[in-house]
């Protein structure tokens, strides 16, 4: 009876995450051109993803595939790039210490607060606000003297614009540990902070990268929760501001 109990339980869990990566509206398909200038106008109607030959591989959100439909291109849906691997998740900040798991989106919250508490004279950790599904937006600003404005340059990272692009992520977290933990018995490190304020934003799209929920990047997706690539929605220096929005 137990092991019916529990395999009932798998299920829902399992059943429960499925729907919530069907529910991504974000298509990954690739189509044939005869020459790259093609691109010049599917580029404005989706988020092209590289170029292999003559196959281009692309997303798009439903608006952006019927957009692209309507110019009579052949395409083939493939299986989403945030659903090739179940990565191990990391549920406690030890685990994260070997840099072998990803971080759950709790995990990353804790380890960032965490690095100010190690480190309060070297790292504040600044929260810039929320996203659209309430995920919070995080830098650590790191320098030598850190409740000082410095006339000194500063210098900003950041990573996972695009969700799914999760390697960026998980070497921002590890470039903190470095920095914070390599002062003061690292030269060059030591002279960098000595001389640079540095904010590290290791995931911009935290809503993409948890879409399959805060407890795993399976199912991560490209797009931000409203549906937009945020890597191809900057302001435009002619045509101002990009008419979709965040």
Known sequence: MKQIFLFTLILLIASSLF???EDVQELYFSFEISA???LEQITRIVSIDNVDGTTVYAYANPQELEAFQQLGIPYTKLPHPGTLI??????????????DYYPTY?????????????YP??????DIGSTVEGR???FAKI????????????????????GDETTGYVLMLRLIDYLLSNYGTDAEVTEMLNRIEIWINPNANPDGTYHGGNNTVYGAQRYNANGYD?????PDPEDGMNPNGP
């Open 106 to 118: 709790d995990q990353y919250i804790a380890m960032m607060y965490q690095f100010e508490t190690d």
């Open 230 to 234: 945020l890597n191809r929605n900057f």
């Open 143 to 162: 320098s030598d003297n850190i409740g000082v404005e410095e006339d000194e340059p500063e210098f900003m990272y950041t990573s996972t614009m695009h």
């Open 86 to 99: 179940v990565p191990e998740m990391a549920t406690t900040l030890e685990q994260m210490r070997d840099w």
């Open 121 to 126: 004279a070297l790292c504040e950790i600044v």
């Open 36 to 38: 790259k200038s093609e």
């Open 19 to 21: 729907a919530r990566i």
């Open 136 to 138: 919070q937006l995080l």
